[in-house]
């Protein structure tokens, strides 16, 4: 039985293909298919809604910007944030946007907020696949164990 909250491993898990010209997300092991996911949720937009963020809430500063990038970007296309651990949120695309949002003094930036389900499959390979599980499955012990103690 599936405890709340677990995921399980599915023996039939594809990774995303990884096609020329394809945009990537690297978080260590985990590399996600950005161009795959996007298309995804433009072809079944009923299932992402659009939610509203706050540019100070959600920018960290970590990304690396590419400043010859950051004129050019639109601040209205929704960018993308990850629940990577459960409560844990990485943008995953749109750091330009978002960094272009924040110097125009903007309080707020639409966004595609993408619980595990929704991202694992945009996943690259069956290692990271399965080591994403037992990641997430880890923290959710850990998550246990505090509200026990």
Known sequence: MKRPGYLTID???MPAPEDEGDEFYPNGLFVFNITKMIRHIKNNQSGFPITVKKVNEIRNGFSKINEDQIDSVDVTSP???AE??????????GNHRLEKAYRMGLECISAYVLKPEQHIPFLTSIKAY???????????KEIEKRTLT
């Open 11 to 13: 023996e039939n898990f």
């Open 79 to 81: 960018i993308l944030i």
């Open 84 to 93: 990577i651990s459960p409560g844990r949120f990485n943008v995953i695309d």
């Open 130 to 140: 399965q080591t994403y599980v037992k990641y997430w499955n880890s923290k959710m």
